[in-house]
């Protein structure tokens, strides 16, 4: 037996973040793992403090709903904390029934397979459709939970730079030799960028080139498009879109994953997918809240609340625009049947509710972050890798019911911020330098 033994346990003492992190612990400049003491509303107390949110994914502001709360309860009192099994053996309830038949209704879609996570929801879908000898085909700014379930798959991956047509032809063209199937995945709005992937021109692509469709839309569902459904609905291409895969942890206010598309593929993934047959199936409450949630988006109220949210966006955005922050520009619509008149389009263009201020430098965003913690706004914070090299960036995003003193609020802190800090720390990119 050698001698020479390595300690698996050696990179967590010797990783190349490590003194990073803890001269960012030491000096209280950690911008993550912050804790929240109360609901998920416009403004919230976190560590002892009022702060304005603005790093939340609560898009239409439903987690604090009575009636989203009422129908948690009611699933608890009803069926329990925990289902303590899976969905294939004792862990279906009727509500996830009634929450498949309803997210296909909304989708407009054959058949929906809940999942206990949005995350195991790619697992279990693309660890499942593809196998070792096919192919898949991602943008380079899609969701970690994508590239998990490429992985898991064993299928050959071709990533394409994010949101380059040539580039996404280039990959599909060379897909052309590798036998098996492929597929193009992507995700309708993208997490940190808070852009819009431009499905049309994709699926004309995967149309010419025999391609298979996968649209993540976690950020896009409870947000674009008349009923909301997302950026395939938002752009007109959900007849062109083969699966449409989502998250309950956003705008439908409580935790989950779903994926919608033919019957026969979804009643695949049902007795085949490894994430969904062998995890215990979500608790009752979530499910409940979850159902409830959708009822409200699928109802007269939802025009509304997407119209709020939307309208939210444009104002910080612009905003934040106006102060001289480099932010993200508004998107014009492309396609022939895209929603023109969806709430939010304002003269054919979109923003979404994420709005990205362009920073950087990793520190420079950190201590930007820590300012606007201690001014009494919590955003997010994005650094390298989960961010290109040079590109660390603070993540913004609004909800349905922030309401516009709020959100004026928010800007004069951000204005009294930016003059302080560039004072100190010199000058922050301007608009349009990213």
Avoid at 233 to 238: N, P, R, S, T, V
Avoid at 325 to 341: E, H, I, M, N, W
Avoid at 388 to 407: C, K
Wanted: a negative charge; proline letters at 5%; hydrophobic letters at 45%.
């Amino acid at each position: 037996m050698s001698e020479t033994r390595t300690d698996v346990f050696e990179k967590a003492r010797t990783h190349e973040r490590l003194e990073q992190l803890r001269a960012a612990r030491e000096a209280d400049l950690l911008p993550y793992f912050r804790v929240l003491e109360g609901p998920a509303r416009p403004v919230v107390e976190m560590e002892g403090a009022e702060r304005i949110m603005l790093g939340s994914n609560n898009y239409l502001g439903l987690t604090a709903d009575e009636r989203v709360m009422r129908g948690a309860a009611d699933a608890l009192e009803t069926y329990g904390t925990g289902l303590t099994g899976s969905r294939l053996l004792n862990g279906t309830i009727p509500l996830h029934l009634e929450l498949e038949r309803e997210l296909a209704q909304w989708l407009g879609t054959e058949d929906a397979l809940v999942f206990t996570t949005g995350h195991q929801a790619n697992l279990g879908v693309l660890g499942t459709i593809l196998a070792p000898g096919d192919t898949v085909i991602a943008d380079s700014g899609d969701h970690a939970s994508i590239l998990d379930g490429c992985l898991l798959s064993r299928a050959k991956l071709r990533p394409f730079r994010h949101n380059r047509m040539e580039k996404l032809e280039k990959a599909l063209d060379r897909a052309q030799g590798d036998g098996g199937g492929v597929l193009v995945v992507v995700d309708g709005v993208f997490s940190m960028e808070g852009d819009v992937a431009p499905l049309p021109a994709i699926a004309d692509l995967c149309a010419s080139y025999g391609a298979r469709l996968l649209v993540d839309e976690a950020h896009g569902s409870g947000v674009l498009g008349h009923r909301g459904a997302g950026a395939a609905e938002l752009l007109g291409i959900e007849d062109r879109t083969d699966l449409r895969v989502g998250t309950f942890s956003k705008s439908l206010a409580a935790c989950g994953g779903f994926v919608g598309g033919p019957a026969d593929v979804i009643d695949f993934l049902r007795v085949q997918s490894r994430a969904y047959l062998f995890t215990a199936s979500a608790v009752p409450a979530a499910v409940g809240a979850t159902l409830a949630a959708l009822r409200i988006l699928r109802s007269d109220e939802g025009p509304g609340l997407l119209s709020a949210v939307l309208d939210n966006a444009w104002a910080l955005r612009d905003g934040l625009e106006e102060l001289g922050y480099c932010v993200v520009q508004p998107q014009q619509l492309s396609g022939p049947d895209a929603q023109l008149d969806a709430p939010g389009v304002r003269d054919g263009a979109i923003v979404t509710p994420i709005i990205p201020i362009v920073v950087g430098d990793d520190w420079k965003a950190v201590l930007l972050w820590r300012a606007l913690w201690d001014a009494g706004v919590f955003v997010n914070t994005a650094l390298h890798p989960a961010v290109p090299p040079g590109g660390a960036l603070l993540r913004t995003s609004v909800m349905a019911t922030h309401d516009a003193t709020t959100i004026g609020r928010a800007l004069e802190i951000f204005a009294d911020v930016k003059r302080s800090f560039e004072a100190e720390h010199g000058p922050l990119p301007g608009p349009g330098a990213h």
